[in-house]
């Protein structure tokens, strides 16, 4: 993940200053790409600069799963027990009571907050946004930095993921963004993106290029280049999976789509098996999608992994 420290120790951000990390939002569905990029930053500026980390228990699990030491810890709210926002109501209830909770936790740590040069939100979620901009009125000397990592499609555009039972979820979620990429664009110090086409959205006159970073996030292919480089390969014929999928399992990464082209692949190739890494908000979708095509035998859930496994 080196390029995440490369990418993102920009010029006009000096990163042996302070920083606030505002991790609120986090619901401990393995780990996204904003969770892996915040860990990463976090994992390369501690040995640089001061940081504070105000967030979710569930961000403070995953900042204990690494070992890192070096920062302060500030916990806004428990962890989420319900069942996993499967619900348009639960997902509005988690999302006001994590507001709240920021603003409090913001608050415990006010002496703090006024004294560090950065305020990054971790992501363009409420939860997150808004107790930076909190903090923010009560440090205006600090620059806001913004992690804008994923855009919600439109309710109205054809190929829009959010279909079905799941169409409300898609018009909450793009409602939701409305206001928040309104607010990022106009007010944000710097703003992180993980593309460079995501880049033009947020220029504006006040705002040029250099001012909008972008963090290439993903899987560390270190490991596998290496295992490649060796010679010693694993016959086509003789490995375990013709195919992995490595990712969150979210509407807009395409699995149940991916488990359609999958009982395609079989009908070609009897016993093509696929491998799934990840956990997320569709796995009892993709569970259930899996049966009806009986590909219990073809597709593999894995679950979350990292490191060597």
Same mark, same amino acid.
């Given at each position: 993940?080196?390029?995440?420290?490369?990418?993102?120790?920009?010029?006009?951000?000096?990163?042996?200053?302070?920083?606030?990390?505002?991790?609120?939002?986090?619901?401990?569905?393995?780990?996204?790409?904003?969770?892996?990029?915040?860990?990463?930053?976090?994992?390369?500026?501690?040995?640089?600069?001061?940081?504070?980390?105000?967030?979710?228990?569930?961000?403070?699990?995953?900042?204990?799963?690494?070992?890192?030491?070096?920062?302060?810890?500030?916990?806004?709210?428990?962890?989420?027990? /319900?069942?996993?926002?499967?619900?348009?109501?639960?997902? *509005?209830?988690?999302?006001? #009571?994590?507001?709240?909770?920021? @603003? +409090? !936790?913001?608050?415990?740590?006010?002496?703090?907050?006024?004294?560090?040069?950065?305020?990054?939100?971790?992501?363009?979620?409420?939860?997150?946004?808004?107790?930076?901009?909190?903090?923010?009125?009560?440090?205006?000397?600090?620059?806001?930095?913004?992690?804008?990592?994923?855009?919600?499609?439109?309710?109205?555009?054809?190929?829009?993921?959010?279909?079905?039972?799941?169409?409300?979820?898609?018009?909450?979620?793009?409602?939701?963004?409305?206001?928040?990429?309104?607010?990022?664009?106009?007010?944000?110090?710097?703003?992180?993106?993980?593309?460079?086409?995501?880049?033009?959205?947020?220029?504006?006159?006040?705002?040029?290029?250099?001012?909008?970073?972008?963090?290439?996030?993903?899987?560390?292919?270190?490991? /596998?280049?290496?295992?490649?480089?060796?010679?010693?390969? *694993?016959?086509?014929?003789? #490995?375990?999976?013709?195919?992995? @999928? +490595? !990712?969150?399992?979210?509407?807009?990464?395409?699995?149940?789509?991916?488990?359609?082209?999958?009982?395609?692949?079989?009908?070609?190739?009897?016993?093509?098996?696929?491998?799934?890494?990840?956990?997320?908000?569709?796995?009892?979708?993709?569970?259930?999608?899996?049966?009806?095509?009986?590909?219990?035998?073809?597709?593999?859930?894995?679950?979350?992994?990292?490191?060597?496994?």
């Amino acid at each position: 993940m080196n390029n995440i420290l490369k990418n993102s120790s920009h010029n006009q951000i000096d990163y042996k200053k302070k920083f606030l990390f505002i991790a609120n939002n986090n619901e401990g569905f393995g780990l996204s790409g904003g969770d892996r990029i915040f860990v990463e930053l976090i994992r390369n500026w501690r040995n640089y600069s001061e940081i504070i980390l105000m967030g979710s228990e569930e961000s403070m699990e995953i900042i204990k799963r690494y070992n890192i030491d070096n920062i302060k810890l500030s916990v806004s709210d428990k962890k989420n027990n /319900s069942k996993k926002h499967t619900s348009i109501i639960n997902l *509005i209830v988690h999302t006001i #009571r994590r507001i709240l909770r920021g @603003f +409090i !936790g913001i608050k415990n740590i006010s002496d703090d907050v006024r004294k560090v040069d950065y305020i990054y939100s971790v992501s363009d979620f409420l939860p997150d946004l808004i107790p930076a901009f909190y903090a923010k009125l009560l440090n205006k000397r600090a620059k806001l930095i913004v992690g804008y990592y994923l855009f919600a499609p439109s309710p109205f555009d054809p190929s829009s993921p959010y279909k079905g039972k799941n169409i409300l979820r898609g018009i909450l979620y793009w409602l939701m963004q409305r206001p928040t990429y309104y607010l990022v664009k106009n007010f944000a110090d710097y703003i992180f993106v993980t593309s460079e086409p995501d880049v033009n959205r947020f220029i504006t006159n006040k705002r040029d290029k250099s001012s909008i970073i972008v963090i290439q996030g993903g899987v560390d292919i270190t490991e /596998s280049e290496q295992y490649l480089n060796l010679g010693d390969i *694993i016959p086509v014929d003789k #490995r375990k999976f013709d195919a992995c @999928f +490595i !990712g969150r399992f979210h509407f807009q990464k395409g699995l149940l789509e991916l488990i359609d082209i999958w009982n395609n692949v079989c009908k070609v190739k009897k016993n093509a098996k696929l491998a799934i890494v990840g956990l997320g908000p569709l796995e009892h979708d993709m569970v259930n999608m899996i049966k009806k095509y009986n590909l219990e035998n073809n597709i593999e859930l894995l679950g979350f992994c990292d490191g060597e496994n």
